[in-house]
Protein backbone atom coordinates (compact mmCIF):
# COMPACT_ATOMS: atom_id res chain seq x y z
CA UNK A 1 0.00 0.00 0.00
CA UNK A 2 1.22 3.43 -0.62
CA UNK A 3 1.19 5.52 1.84
CA UNK A 4 3.18 9.01 1.91
CA UNK A 5 3.73 10.96 5.63
CA UNK A 6 4.65 14.68 5.79
CA UNK A 7 5.90 15.95 9.09
CA UNK A 8 7.79 19.32 9.40
CA UNK A 9 4.58 21.71 9.58
CA UNK A 10 3.77 24.30 12.15
CA UNK A 11 3.80 28.12 13.23
CA UNK A 12 6.78 30.41 11.74
CA UNK A 13 7.19 34.02 11.79
CA UNK A 14 7.13 35.69 8.27
CA UNK A 15 10.47 36.01 6.87
CA UNK A 16 11.34 32.71 8.11
CA UNK A 17 12.42 28.96 7.13
CA UNK A 18 11.04 25.48 7.29
CA UNK A 19 11.50 22.06 6.15
CA UNK A 20 8.99 19.43 5.51
CA UNK A 21 9.37 16.19 4.79
CA UNK A 22 7.88 13.66 3.39
CA UNK A 23 8.51 9.58 4.33
CA UNK A 24 7.13 7.07 1.48
CA UNK A 25 6.99 3.84 1.30
CA UNK A 26 4.67 1.06 -0.51
CA UNK A 27 6.14 1.47 -3.74
CA UNK A 28 9.84 1.91 -5.23
CA UNK A 29 10.16 5.39 -4.63
CA UNK A 30 13.18 5.90 -6.67
CA UNK A 31 11.30 4.90 -9.69
CA UNK A 32 8.82 7.96 -9.77
CA UNK A 33 8.73 11.70 -9.52
CA UNK A 34 7.82 13.80 -6.97
CA UNK A 35 5.69 16.94 -6.43
CA UNK A 36 4.27 19.53 -3.56
CA UNK A 37 0.67 20.42 -3.84
CA UNK A 38 -0.88 23.42 -1.09
CA UNK A 39 -4.10 24.70 -0.16
CA UNK A 40 -4.57 27.85 1.81
CA UNK A 41 -7.26 27.63 4.07
CA UNK A 42 -10.48 27.43 2.10
CA UNK A 43 -9.05 27.76 -0.92
CA UNK A 44 -8.18 25.22 -4.18
CA UNK A 45 -5.18 23.60 -4.86
CA UNK A 46 -1.97 25.15 -6.29
CA UNK A 47 0.53 23.03 -7.48
CA UNK A 48 4.18 24.00 -5.91
CA UNK A 49 6.80 21.88 -6.92
CA UNK A 50 7.74 18.88 -8.93
CA UNK A 51 11.15 16.69 -8.99
CA UNK A 52 12.55 14.00 -11.28
CA UNK A 53 13.21 10.32 -10.47
CA UNK A 54 16.77 11.33 -9.79
CA UNK A 55 16.74 14.42 -8.18
CA UNK A 56 18.46 16.65 -10.95
CA UNK A 57 15.54 18.53 -12.55
CA UNK A 58 12.76 20.30 -9.88
CA UNK A 59 10.74 23.25 -11.04
CA UNK A 60 8.36 25.48 -9.25
CA UNK A 61 5.22 27.13 -9.69
CA UNK A 62 6.41 31.05 -9.74
CA UNK A 63 5.06 32.13 -6.11
CA UNK A 64 7.59 30.22 -4.85
CA UNK A 65 10.63 30.30 -7.22
CA UNK A 66 13.81 31.20 -5.34
CA UNK A 67 12.62 31.09 -2.17
CA UNK A 68 11.54 26.84 -2.10
CA UNK A 69 13.69 23.78 -2.76
CA UNK A 70 12.72 20.95 -3.15
CA UNK A 71 14.95 17.88 -3.20
CA UNK A 72 14.80 14.10 -2.49
CA UNK A 73 16.60 11.09 -0.97
CA UNK A 74 16.31 7.90 -2.62
CA UNK A 75 18.56 5.91 -0.04
CA UNK A 76 15.69 7.33 2.67
CA UNK A 77 12.40 7.40 0.52
CA UNK A 78 12.04 10.58 1.61
CA UNK A 79 11.28 14.25 0.08
CA UNK A 80 12.09 17.58 1.16
CA UNK A 81 10.88 20.83 0.47
CA UNK A 82 13.03 23.60 2.03
CA UNK A 83 10.95 26.91 2.35
CA UNK A 84 12.77 30.33 2.96
CA UNK A 85 11.54 33.78 3.61
CA UNK A 86 8.05 32.75 4.19
CA UNK A 87 5.15 35.01 3.64
CA UNK A 88 1.59 35.30 4.69
CA UNK A 89 -0.06 33.95 1.68
CA UNK A 90 2.65 30.57 2.03
CA UNK A 91 0.19 29.94 4.82
CA UNK A 92 -1.25 26.14 3.86
CA UNK A 93 -1.90 22.29 3.97
CA UNK A 94 1.31 21.35 1.89
CA UNK A 95 0.14 17.90 0.38
CA UNK A 96 3.10 15.14 -1.00
CA UNK A 97 2.28 13.36 -3.83
CA UNK A 98 3.45 10.59 -6.06
CA UNK A 99 3.92 11.24 -9.87
CA UNK A 100 2.49 8.11 -12.29
CA UNK A 101 4.48 7.93 -15.74
CA UNK A 102 2.56 10.20 -17.09
CA UNK A 103 3.52 12.94 -14.44
CA UNK A 104 -0.28 13.21 -12.70
CA UNK A 105 -0.02 13.13 -8.84
CA UNK A 106 -1.82 9.28 -8.14
CA UNK A 107 -1.46 9.04 -4.49
CA UNK A 108 -1.52 11.59 -1.99
CA UNK A 109 0.00 12.37 1.71
CA UNK A 110 -2.61 13.60 4.27
CA UNK A 111 -0.92 16.87 4.28
CA UNK A 112 1.20 19.13 6.65
CA UNK A 113 -0.04 22.22 8.36
CA UNK A 114 1.99 25.02 7.51
CA UNK A 115 0.83 28.86 8.73
CA UNK A 116 2.69 31.90 9.05
CA UNK A 117 2.28 34.70 11.09
CA UNK A 118 3.28 37.23 13.36
CA UNK B 1 1.54 29.45 -17.67
CA UNK B 2 -1.69 27.33 -18.55
CA UNK B 3 -4.45 28.53 -17.27
CA UNK B 4 -7.60 26.24 -16.24
CA UNK B 5 -10.75 27.52 -16.11
CA UNK B 6 -13.40 24.97 -14.98
CA UNK B 7 -17.63 25.82 -14.96
CA UNK B 8 -19.34 26.03 -13.03
CA UNK B 9 -17.74 26.71 -9.61
CA UNK B 10 -21.04 25.78 -7.57
CA UNK B 11 -22.99 22.95 -8.90
CA UNK B 12 -26.56 22.04 -7.28
CA UNK B 13 -27.62 18.33 -7.88
CA UNK B 14 -30.64 16.05 -7.76
CA UNK B 15 -29.33 12.68 -6.50
CA UNK B 16 -29.78 10.28 -9.08
CA UNK B 17 -29.25 13.08 -11.58
CA UNK B 18 -26.40 13.45 -14.33
CA UNK B 19 -23.80 16.78 -13.34
CA UNK B 20 -21.15 18.02 -15.82
CA UNK B 21 -18.08 19.95 -15.23
CA UNK B 22 -16.40 21.99 -17.72
CA UNK B 23 -12.66 22.79 -17.97
CA UNK B 24 -11.04 25.23 -20.62
CA UNK B 25 -6.99 25.35 -21.24
CA UNK B 26 -5.51 28.32 -22.25
CA UNK B 27 -3.15 26.20 -24.17
CA UNK B 28 -3.62 23.11 -26.43
CA UNK B 29 -2.15 19.80 -23.63
CA UNK B 30 -1.42 18.09 -26.43
CA UNK B 31 2.42 17.16 -25.23
CA UNK B 32 5.07 16.46 -27.93
CA UNK B 33 4.46 12.57 -27.62
CA UNK B 34 1.04 12.91 -28.37
CA UNK B 35 -0.47 12.05 -25.18
CA UNK B 36 -3.04 14.88 -23.55
CA UNK B 37 -1.93 15.06 -19.72
CA UNK B 38 -5.17 16.28 -18.08
CA UNK B 39 -6.48 14.95 -15.06
CA UNK B 40 -9.75 15.20 -12.81
CA UNK B 41 -9.73 15.29 -8.93
CA UNK B 42 -12.15 14.16 -6.47
CA UNK B 43 -11.47 15.94 -2.95
CA UNK B 44 -14.40 15.18 -0.41
CA UNK B 45 -15.00 17.27 2.47
CA UNK B 46 -11.81 17.38 5.17
CA UNK B 47 -9.77 14.64 3.03
CA UNK B 48 -6.96 14.75 0.57
CA UNK B 49 -7.39 15.23 -2.96
CA UNK B 50 -8.05 11.64 -5.15
CA UNK B 51 -7.00 11.15 -8.70
CA UNK B 52 -10.27 10.05 -10.53
CA UNK B 53 -9.38 10.46 -14.18
CA UNK B 54 -6.16 10.93 -15.78
CA UNK B 55 -4.54 11.51 -19.70
CA UNK B 56 -8.33 12.86 -20.01
CA UNK B 57 -10.50 9.34 -20.25
CA UNK B 58 -9.07 6.81 -18.11
CA UNK B 59 -10.74 6.03 -15.03
CA UNK B 60 -8.05 5.39 -11.41
CA UNK B 61 -8.95 1.86 -10.20
CA UNK B 62 -11.68 1.83 -7.62
CA UNK B 63 -13.56 4.65 -8.97
CA UNK B 64 -16.85 3.95 -9.86
CA UNK B 65 -17.77 3.86 -13.49
CA UNK B 66 -20.47 6.83 -12.56
CA UNK B 67 -17.59 8.81 -13.77
CA UNK B 68 -15.86 10.08 -17.11
CA UNK B 69 -14.11 12.34 -18.50
CA UNK B 70 -13.50 13.53 -22.55
CA UNK B 71 -12.55 15.93 -24.66
CA UNK B 72 -9.28 16.93 -26.66
CA UNK B 73 -7.02 20.12 -27.11
CA UNK B 74 -8.31 22.66 -25.10
CA UNK B 75 -11.87 21.51 -24.14
CA UNK B 76 -12.32 18.71 -21.10
CA UNK B 77 -15.53 17.65 -19.56
CA UNK B 78 -16.68 15.16 -16.21
CA UNK B 79 -19.45 13.52 -16.55
CA UNK B 80 -20.95 11.36 -13.38
CA UNK B 81 -23.85 10.04 -14.50
CA UNK B 82 -26.12 9.51 -11.70
CA UNK B 83 -24.72 11.25 -8.76
CA UNK B 84 -24.50 10.18 -5.42
CA UNK B 85 -24.35 11.55 -1.86
CA UNK B 86 -20.85 10.18 -1.63
CA UNK B 87 -19.99 12.36 -4.51
CA UNK B 88 -20.19 15.52 -2.62
CA UNK B 89 -16.92 17.35 -2.89
CA UNK B 90 -14.67 19.81 -4.64
CA UNK B 91 -13.71 18.66 -8.44
CA UNK B 92 -10.42 19.96 -9.55
CA UNK B 93 -9.11 19.71 -13.40
CA UNK B 94 -5.05 19.84 -13.73
CA UNK B 95 -2.94 19.49 -16.83
CA UNK B 96 0.46 18.16 -16.63
CA UNK B 97 1.57 18.63 -20.03
CA UNK B 98 3.27 21.99 -19.47
CA UNK B 99 5.27 23.52 -16.58
CA UNK B 100 4.66 24.62 -14.50
CA UNK B 101 1.44 22.29 -13.26
CA UNK B 102 -1.84 24.16 -13.17
CA UNK B 103 -4.84 23.29 -11.39
CA UNK B 104 -8.51 24.93 -11.93
CA UNK B 105 -9.86 26.89 -9.85
CA UNK B 106 -12.70 24.37 -8.74
CA UNK B 107 -16.24 23.17 -8.79
CA UNK B 108 -17.57 22.36 -5.52
CA UNK B 109 -20.84 19.44 -5.88
CA UNK B 110 -23.58 19.64 -3.55
CA UNK B 111 -26.49 17.82 -2.91
CA UNK B 112 -30.15 19.97 -3.42
Known amino acids: EVQLLESGGGLVQPGGSLRLSCAAS????????MSWVRQAPGKGLEWVSGISISGGDAYYADSVKGRFTMSRDNSKNTLYLQMNGLRAEDTAVYYC???????????WGQGTLVTVSS | DVVMTQSPLSLPVTLGQPASISCRSSQSLVYSDGNTYFNWFQQRPGQSPRRLIYKVSNRDSGVPDRFSGSGSGTDFTLNISRVEAEDVGVYYCMQGSHWPRTFGQGTKVEIK
Open chain 1, 97 to 107: AKEDYGGSPDY
Open chain 1, 26 to 33: GFTFSYYA
